[in-house]
Nanobody, 127 residues
């Protein structure tokens, strides 16, 4: 079982930047997919970005392409989400998640395919 802990959320003005970090623990294999999802009250959890644990493949939702970047840091082995040019519609609780399946990746990734989740971190973008 993979445990995940997020950090880095907060309040930022429109056009600003934030960096989220996800610290996984447990046994993680190279084909695992580490992803970021977000959710607003009353809405379904939405795919944002993902990266293979090996770090050689990244995936993005159309709504964040060109603004967000997902990466795996070394040697800390965290999964970071750099968010630039933030918009009020990016406001949500952001969750880190891990998918253990070796099935091919098709975007947008479905949150139901992920078994391990962090506690979430709030991101608020003011207009």
């Amino acid at each position: 079982q993979v445990q995940l802990v997020e950090s880095g959320g907060g309040l930022v003005q429109s056009g600003g930047s934030l960096r989220l970090s996800c610290a996984p623990s447990g046994s993680i294999l190279s084909w695992y997919i580490m992803a970021w999802f977000r959710q607003n009250s009353g809405k379904e959890r939405e795919f944002v970005a993902a990266i293979s644990w090996s770090g050689d493949r990244t995936y993005y939702a159309d709504s964040v392409k060109g603004r967000f970047a997902v990466s795996r840091t070394n040697p800390e082995n965290t999964i970071d989400l750099q968010m630039n040019s933030l918009k009020p519609e990016d406001t949500a609780v952001y969750y880190c998640a891990c998918r253990t399946s070796s099935a091919s990746v098709r975007t947008p990734l479905r949150w139901t395919d992920f078994r391990s989740w962090g506690q979430g971190t709030q991101v608020t973008v003011s207009s």
